[in-house]
């Protein structure tokens, strides 16, 4: 099974999700809920984390966390494993509670952390469980809204502050802002199927991300988030010879397609195949 690609540093922004195995319940009652969100407490002040929003649903759960010391991986493996151990004792079950990997998109904070935040503590309201977010008390929403003390391992600051100084007024400018955020489509910027952001966001990483192995493990659609686009490719193209060489890095390393190279350097498909495939016959003489 193809490992995900996690990309960690001080200063990441993630919406991480955990689903229930085989959709499994992950929480059926309020005991269960408790505990989940005093281990994510604990998760959090251990390594430092900070918690923008979260929601607790029935089978999976959603939290966007910030990692000032990039310990992502770390911090999950901790949530997930130390709940497990617990619902299951309680519960006198054994084996895998949570689904295999958990999932973690990379956000741009200055254009999506506030969308983002809607969306998370919306899940309750989309999925017809309740009317309105402040009907489930297993998210953020109540805290941020105003309506309760915000818990210790919950920031709210900066979502509010993105709406007004005030406090009183920015609750309630959150609030309205929630309401409004029903219908609107949150991943249609969604890049590789981990990358949340702008154009350059995505060209800001992708020194960070090829650092990263580009092997089979990693998924196919993640692993196209590293490769350098064709222009920078073929920059330095002068020559046919060097031209050649660029096309087969496009098709075979980069897994562009033979259309897509074809398309930017001026030549058909059919050209590009012949083309990789001589390449390939000149590496593999002695």
């Known amino acids: 099974m193809a490992r995900p690609l996690r990309l960690e540093y001080p200063g990441a922004l993630y919406h991480l999700t955990g ?41 999976h759960y959603h939290l966007v966390i910030e990692t000032p010391e990039g310990s992502l991986s770390r911090g999950m493996q901790l949530l997930n494993g130390v709940y497990t151990q617990w619902f299951n004792r309680r519960h006198q079950r054994t084996g895998h509670l949570f689904q295999g990997r958990f999932k973690a998109i990379l956000v741009e904070r200055e254009s999506y952390l506030l ?3 809607r969306y998370v503590v ?8 309740v009317q309105t977010p402040r009907d489930w008390p297993w998210s953020s929403y109540l805290a941020t809204a105003g309506h309760v003390e915000p818990p210790a391992y919950l920031v709210v600051d900066w979502i509010l502050s993105q709406f007004d100084p005030n406090r009183e007024r920015a609750t309630q400018a959150y609030r309205r802002f929630v309401h409004l955020g029903r219908g609107v489509r949150v991943w249609d910027d969604l890049q590789a199927g981990w990358l949340l952001g702008s154009t350059s966001f995505v060209d800001g990483l992708r020194p960070r991300i090829q650092q990263k192995p580009l092997t089979p493990e990693y998924r196919q659609r993640e692993r196209r988030a590293a490769r350098p686009s064709l222009e920078e490719l073929f ?11 660029r096309i087969h890095q496009a098709v075979r390393v980069h897994r562009y397609t033979l259309s897509e190279v074809g398309a930017h350097v001026g030549l058909l498909y059919s050209t590009i ?13 002695p």
Do not use: Q
């Open 273 to 285: 195949s012949t083309i990789a495939k001589k390449v390939d016959e000149r590496r593999r003489r």
């Open 122 to 129: 919306l899940n309750p309201v989309r999925a017809g469980m």
């Open 19 to 59: 689903r229930g195995n085989a959709r499994e319940v992950i929480s059926h009652d309020d005991a269960d809920r408790r505990s989940f969100l005093y281990t994510l407490s604990d998760v959090i002040a251990r390594h430092r984390w900070v918690c923008h929003a979260y929601c607790l649903m029935e089978n």
């Open 235 to 245: 920059a330095d193209a002068i020559d046919r010879e060097t031209r050649d060489e």
């Open 115 to 117: 969308e983002l935040a």
